[in-house]
Every structure is written in structure tokens, then in C-alpha cells.
């Protein structure tokens, strides 16, 4: 059976499975989605779907989001070094991956100097290739 958007006041309240023969909806517009990708919350307009806006993170958020981000990146590095580390430790490590233990190095020190206070217009460093 066909899925149908339940619309009232411009904005669907719900997508069901529906044959679209019997009055159960009468109080809705009804529309075929069947391959559209229309979801509840969405507005419709003159025969257009739209999707709803994000919503506005406040400023909290958003610095909470920085940090998230922060700490993930400094977990990549760790997760990436770690191997060279142990290398290095051991004395067993090459001269290519020393430099690019250091490149990496260098890389979280400066994703631990980001400010994160000041999202969201945070300057990321740029991540080294592997």
C-alpha cells in the first residue's frame, strides 16, 4: 500500500500507510509520498514539500559542540600515534615515522590550544595527512 502525508495547516503531522480510497482523512490534505523523502514536521506548499530548519543551537551549545569536537580530534591522534609512540619508546622507529609522530604532535598541541569559548567561530588546524 501507498504511504500518504497527513497535512493541516501547511505542515505534515503524519506519514501512513494508506489505500487512499476510504474518508478516514477527511479532516487532512492527503498526499502520495511513495519516493519522496517527506517526513513528519515538514511544510507544504503549493504542491512542494520543504523541510523544516535546523534548529538554532544557543550559545552553550554550541560551545559544548566545540568541545566534543575538540576531544574527538585529540582521541584521533592518540588513536593514529599510538603505534609510533610505542616505537618510539622502544628505540625501534624510523625516521619517516618520527617525523610524522612529530607532524601529528604538533597537530594536537594545537587542537588543545583551540578556543573552544569562542564557537562557533573556532579555527580548526589543519589535519596532517596519515
Request: charge should be negative; aromatic fraction near 8%.
Amino acid at each position: 500500500m501507498p504511504n500518504y502525508a497527513l497535512i493541516k495547516s501547511d505542515v505534515v503531522e503524519n506519514i501512513v500507510v494508506w489505500d487512499g480510497k476510504s474518508d478516514i482523512f477527511n479532516d487532512y490534505i492527503t498526499v502520495n509520498v511513495d519516493d519522496m523523502p517527506v517526513g513528519i514536521g515538514w511544510s507544504y506548499d503549493r504542491g512542494v514539500f520543504h523541510e523544516p530548519p535546523l534548529p538554532t543551537l544557543s550559545p552553550q551549545e554550541l560551545v559544548e559542540s566545540a568541545k566534543l569536537r575538540q576531544q574527538a580530534l585529540l582521541a584521533l591522534v592518540d588513536e593514529i600515534t599510538s603505534d609510533w609512540r610505542v616505537a618510539l619508546m622502544l628505540g625501534d622507529i624510523s625516521e619517516t615515522d618520527k617525523t610524522k609522530l612529530a607532524t601529528w604532535m604538533n597537530y594536537k598541541k594545537a587542537v588543545k590550544a583551540v578556543n573552544v569559548s569562542m564557537a562557533p567561530d573556532v579555527r580548526w588546524p589543519v589535519k596532517p595527512e596519515v
